[in-house]
């Protein structure tokens, strides 16, 4: 879905119109936030010192609900419409003509390896910990992000070769953000290599 305006109130909608809050006075405050923002997006020209303050509340609000599929689900709606306000709030910088695609991301000298047990024991999202993924050799810090809460997507734990599952459901890594690239992960003979030679 390319974010624009209207598509942007038209997930908000979606919130205005759930269903999945049983608690009513939650559900009310989701609405009412909800609404306050629509309304302000609404304008001809939204003003970013009231648009803020209710994109704040409105998360605010759907943070507070007890159910942790249900918050995500409300978040992972709201997430477009911030990230298309954001966008629209950004000056426009004229962009360098487009470089042919590579079919891996760049490795620069200064790469940081890890192994599959680092990032088990160190990177798994638990005990606040990051939380990294390898997909085909690149590692990514998915910390932070809302689909990786709690250190864990649809069921797949952080901290860990996620590739098998990664190309399960999605046919390319366009959908990671090359800015969260951290390094690669070392192959498993290397790894293992590595352990003789501290012995």
């Known amino acids: 879905m390319k974010l624009n305006q209207h598509n942007s109130l038209v997930l908000l909608d979606r919130i205005i119109q759930n269903r999945m809050i049983n608690n009513p006075a939650k559900r009310l405050g989701i609405r009412a936030a909800a609404l306050a923002l629509k309304k302000e997006l609404e304008a001809r020209h939204p003003m970013?010192?009231?648009?803020?303050?209710?994109?704040?509340?409105?998360?605010?609000?759907?943070?507070?609900?007890?159910?942790?599929?249900?918050?995500?689900?409300?978040?992972?709606?709201l997430q477009p419409i911030e990230a298309w306000w954001l966008s629209s709030q950004e000056p426009v910088v004229p962009q360098e003509a487009p470089k042919p695609a590579k079919a891996e991301p760049d490795t620069p000298p200064d790469t940081t390896y890890f192994t599959q047990r680092q990032l088990r024991r160190d990177y798994n999202g638990m005990n606040s910990k990051p939380a990294y993924i390898a997909v085909s050799g690149i590692v990514y810090d998915v910390t932070g992000m809302p689909q990786w809460e709690l250190g864990s997507h649809?069921?797949?734990?952080?901290?860990?070769?996620?590739?098998?599952?990664?190309f399960t459901h999605h046919t390319d890594t366009s959908?990671?953000?090359?800015?969260?690239?951290?390094?690669?992960?070392?192959k498993q003979n290397a790894e293992h290599r590595d352990r003789i030679r501290m012995r």
């Open 154 to 166: 649809y069921g797949v734990l952080a901290g860990q070769d996620v590739t098998q599952q990664f």
């Open 175 to 186: 959908i990671l953000p090359k800015e969260r690239i951290v390094g690669r992960l070392l």
């Open 48 to 77: 970013p010192e009231l648009v803020k303050p209710c994109l704040s509340e409105l998360k605010r609000q759907i943070r507070a609900v007890n159910t942790p599929y249900k918050q995500k689900r409300l978040l992972a709606l």
